[in-house]
């Protein structure tokens, strides 16, 4: 009796399993998810673009609707209650604004600013770099050349002259950080694109006499995109706490265009006075959203990359 | 050896000129300064006289022709808002930014080493671990929110250190320097710990990466093997080469570190170029921002030539890849 049973597990275990295809997205996500830290990463980062999405239907008030805050409010301390009835979970700034509320309206604008400039950017150094990579010589070796130049100078200065130059507004800050930023995509693409060239589905596609346009964009960039994915993660974290620094310095945004960046400069100067909150709640909404996006995209890093194959 | 030297030089000259005229160009089409400086009340004549004397009313052309003719001879004009000369405006507030600079190096060096080295040789022990988290927290937090809340802590809180300025100078060399009297320590160390804070996990990380390849070496095996003290191995065998990487970085991260102690600046009011410039983008006072970028430039393209030389000296190859290309 017992034998039996044993030999049917042995053949249980023998026998292949089910044939279940393992497409390449599921063993991503599986690999992606086996971090329990990177998951968690990934459900606050959901969780902050929820909040930043439906961010007038989540805030207890409109903060930019001068018919709701009253200026009776004004620096509130947390967990005080505003003259309409509700609570100051976060406080209230120097306007009256609720805290929670602004900051749910700021980190629309934040993550609105960081995700169009890293796409922007990354389409832009993408279409360069693919050049760069697929022409070679001459072409390649003037790209490189204006790549690596922008390069040596630190992105916080090369966006201060330029917000210097452009002054403020949220398409001048854009345009600011997509200059700072095309020349990382447009490396990385270069990269794994000149690898990629060599190869022969490539030269099978030259042989076959396709157009240059279609070898690139249909047989090349699709090659490309996982180092990409990572380097446009990593890069929006970056240009959103560019685009806060720039505020804070006060030649970012202007004061129409609230990003957690300038909620946190009009707060400093109520901080000599004790009254923390209105800089510190901000800020920790911005750490929040930079430390998650960081924490998915090392994940990613870790998950696509070829050498790590495991 | 020479040959290298002199081709990197021009190309820097190139750079040099070419950042000149996108600095230039750029800054010109900035806001019209003659809205700001002139009074109100000024008459039409007045007004003429003024823009004149400031030589805005020649062609941008020649304006830049007259501003390279001048910078050439060190002169790279007037503040509108000081009435000063903007070289001397930078040059006397280039000590504050280079003390808070090379104040935050050092304490990235001192305290990221030895640091990254623990994490290196003992990379599963929970300590590493806390020592590597709190390194991507370095880097994602931003600079001058963690400025903020220092001074929330120390000063405001705590009270235990000045939150502004930069206190009691002394005189070195005949330059203004803070860390020599305890009033100047006290309001440097914020700052400086503040700036420190992002190479610090640099310097962490590369350390750590450093100490794990260099770990494994048979040299290192063979020093343990030989019976020295684990002391011995760590400060002379190990330490000496991870040290190449992470004395190249930060020799390229000193720009980076001059660059960034703009926020700083803003956050502490340290009398640097920095807030210079902030204040100078705020009240468009061209010729300042205009002298803060060229002198910057030429600080970094000095750094960087520097580093190359260096480099090309440690490691041949790089000299004679250059040459043959």
């Given at each position: 009796?017992?034998?039996?049973?044993?030999?049917?597990?042995?053949?249980?275990?023998?026998?292949?399993?089910?044939?279940?295809?393992?497409?390449?997205?599921?063993?991503?996500?599986?690999?992606?998810?086996?971090?329990?830290?990177?998951?968690?990463?990934?459900?606050?980062?959901?969780?902050?673009?929820?909040?930043?999405?439906?961010?007038?239907?989540?805030?207890?008030?409109?903060?930019?609707?001068?018919?709701?805050?009253?200026?009776?409010?004004?620096?509130?301390?947390?967990?005080?209650?505003?003259?309409?009835?509700?609570?100051?979970?976060?406080?209230?700034?120097?306007?009256?604004?609720?805290?929670?509320?602004?900051?749910?309206?700021?980190?629309?604008?934040?993550?609105?600013?960081?995700?169009?400039?890293?796409?922007?950017?990354?389409?832009?150094?993408?279409?360069?770099?693919?050049?760069?990579?697929?022409?070679?010589?001459?072409?390649?070796?003037?790209?490189?050349?204006?790549?690596?130049?922008?390069?040596?100078?630190?992105?916080?200065?090369?966006?201060?002259?330029?917000?210097?130059?452009?002054?403020?507004?949220?398409?001048?800050?854009?345009?600011?950080?997509?200059?700072?930023?095309?020349?990382?995509?447009?490396?990385?693409?270069r990269g794994s694109a000149l690898v990629e060239r060599?190869?022969?589905?490539?030269?099978?596609?030259?042989?076959?006499?396709?157009?240059?346009?279609?070898?690139?964009?249909?047989?090349?960039?699709?090659?490309?995109?996982?180092?990409?994915?990572?380097?446009?993660?990593?890069?929006?974290?970056?240009?959103?706490?560019?685009?806060?620094?720039?505020?804070?310095?006060?030649?970012?945004?202007?004061?129409?265009?609230?990003?957690?960046?300038?909620?946190?400069?009009?707060?400093?100067?109520?901080?000599?006075?004790?009254?923390?909150?209105?800089?510190?709640?901000?800020?920790?909404?911005?750490?929040?959203?930079?430390?998650?996006?960081?924490?998915?995209?090392?994940?990613?890093?870790?998950?696509?990359?070829?050498?790590?194959?495991? | 050896?020479?040959?290298?030297?002199?081709?990197?030089?021009?190309?820097?000259?190139?750079?040099?000129?070419?950042?000149?005229?996108?600095?230039?160009?750029?800054?010109?089409?900035?806001?019209?300064?003659?809205?700001?400086?002139?009074?109100?009340?000024?008459?039409?004549?007045?007004?003429?006289?003024?823009?004149?004397?400031?030589?805005?009313?020649?062609?941008?052309?020649?304006?830049?022709?007259?501003?390279?003719?001048?910078?050439?001879?060190?002169?790279?004009?007037?503040?509108?808002?000081?009435?000063?000369?903007?070289?001397?405006?930078?040059?006397?507030?280039?000590?504050?930014?280079?003390?808070?600079?090379?104040?935050?190096?050092?304490?990235?060096?001192?305290?990221?080493?030895?640091?990254?080295?623990?994490?290196?040789?003992?990379?599963?022990?929970?300590?590493?671990?806390?020592?590597?988290?709190?390194?991507?927290?370095?880097?994602?937090?931003?600079?001058?929110?963690?400025?903020?809340?220092?001074?929330?802590?120390?000063?405001?809180?705590?009270?235990?250190?000045?939150?502004?300025?930069?206190?009691?100078?002394?005189?070195?060399?005949?330059?203004?320097?803070?860390?020599?009297?305890?009033?100047?320590?006290?309001?440097?160390?914020?700052p400086a710990i503040n700036l420190a804070l992002f190479?610090?996990?640099?310097?962490?990380?590369?350390?750590?990466?450093?100490?794990?390849?260099?770990?494994?070496?048979?040299?290192?095996?063979?020093?343990?093997?030989?019976?020295?003290?684990?002391?011995?191995?760590?400060?002379?065998?190990?330490?000496?080469?991870?040290?190449?990487?992470?004395?190249?970085?930060?020799?390229?991260?000193?720009?980076?570190?001059?660059?960034?102690?703009?926020?700083?600046?803003?956050?502490?009011?340290?009398?640097?170029?920095?807030?210079?410039?902030?204040?100078?983008?705020?009240?468009?006072?061209?010729?300042?921002?205009?002298?803060?970028?060229?002198?910057?430039?030429?600080?970094?393209?000095?750094?960087?030539?520097?580093?190359?030389?260096?480099?090309?000296?440690?490691?041949?190859?790089?000299?004679?890849?250059?040459?043959?290309?």
């Open positions: 009796m017992s034998t039996t049973t044993e030999h049917l597990q042995a053949t249980a275990a023998a026998m292949p399993t089910a044939p279940r295809v393992e497409s390449p997205l599921r063993r991503f996500t599986a690999a992606f998810f086996e971090s329990r830290i990177a998951t968690a990463a990934f459900g606050m980062l959901l969780l902050v673009v929820a909040i930043a999405l439906f961010a007038p239907w989540l805030s207890p008030q409109d903060p930019y609707d001068l018919a709701v805050v009253d200026i009776m409010d004004s620096r509130m301390a947390p967990g005080e209650e505003a003259m309409a009835g509700f609570t100051f979970w976060l406080g209230s700034d120097g306007a009256g604004r609720d805290m929670l509320s602004a900051i749910f309206y700021g980190l629309r604008i934040s993550l609105g600013v960081g995700v169009a400039s890293g796409l922007i950017a990354m389409l832009i150094g993408m279409c360069i770099g693919l050049t760069a990579a697929y022409f070679g010589g001459r072409v390649d070796a003037v790209i490189m050349r204006i790549v690596d130049l922008q390069l040596s100078f630190p992105a916080i200065l090369v966006a201060l002259i330029l917000v210097a130059i452009l002054g403020k507004g949220v398409d001048k800050v854009i345009i600011a950080l997509v200059t700072v930023q095309w020349a990382y995509y447009a490396r990385t693409v060599s190869k022969e589905y490539i030269e099978a596609a030259t042989c076959l006499a396709l157009s240059h346009r279609r070898i690139v964009f249909r047989h090349l960039l699709p090659n490309c995109l996982p180092p990409m994915i990572v380097v446009v993660t990593l890069q929006t974290a970056h240009a959103i706490s560019l685009e806060a620094t720039l505020s804070f310095l006060g030649v970012g945004l202007p004061q129409t265009e609230p990003s957690l960046g300038l909620l946190i400069s009009n707060g400093f100067e109520y901080m000599m006075s004790g009254k923390y909150w209105i800089s510190f709640f901000p800020g920790l909404a911005l750490l929040i959203t930079i430390v998650s996006i960081n924490l998915v995209g090392d994940q990613l890093r870790d998950v696509l990359n070829p050498r790590l194959e495991r | 050896m020479s040959v290298f030297i002199i081709r990197r030089l021009l190309q820097s000259l190139g750079v040099i000129f070419v950042m000149s005229m996108i600095v230039f160009f750029g800054v010109n089409v900035v806001g019209n300064p003659v809205d700001i400086l002139a009074s109100d009340d000024m008459t039409q004549e007045q007004i003429q006289a003024f823009v004149a004397r400031l030589g805005l009313d020649r062609p941008i052309y020649e304006q830049y022709w007259y501003f390279v003719l001048n910078a050439l001879r060190g002169d790279l004009g007037n503040s509108f808002v000081f009435a000063e000369p903007a070289l001397k405006l930078i040059l006397q507030r280039l000590p504050a930014t280079l003390e808070l600079a090379l104040a935050s190096m050092f304490l990235s060096v001192v305290i990221g080493i030895p640091l990254g080295i623990y994490a290196g040789l003992r990379p599963e022990a929970r300590s590493s671990k806390v020592i590597m988290a709190s390194s991507i927290l370095g880097f994602s937090l931003p600079t001058f929110w963690v400025g903020l809340m220092f001074i929330m802590v120390f000063a405001v809180m705590l009270g235990w250190l000045p939150s502004t300025g930069r206190g009691d100078t002394t005189e070195l060399l005949g330059i203004q320097v803070s860390f020599l009297t305890w009033d100047g320590l006290q309001h440097l160390l914020l190479k610090m996990s640099l310097v962490i990380r590369l350390a750590r990466a450093g100490t794990r390849e260099v770990a494994l070496q048979d040299y290192v095996k063979f020093a343990r093997a030989k019976g020295l003290s684990a002391r011995r191995v760590v400060l002379v065998h190990i330490m000496k080469n991870i040290m190449i990487p992470v004395v190249t970085v930060l020799g390229l991260e000193l720009g980076g570190v001059i660059a960034f102690s703009v926020v700083t600046e803003t956050v502490f009011a340290w009398p640097g170029i920095g807030k210079l410039l902030i204040d100078s983008i705020q009240l468009l006072d061209r010729p300042v921002v205009v002298a803060y970028l060229i002198i910057t430039v030429l600080m970094f393209i000095l750094i960087n030539l520097v580093v190359d030389i260096l480099y090309s000296v440690l490691d041949p190859r790089v000299r004679l890849k250059d040459v043959k290309s």
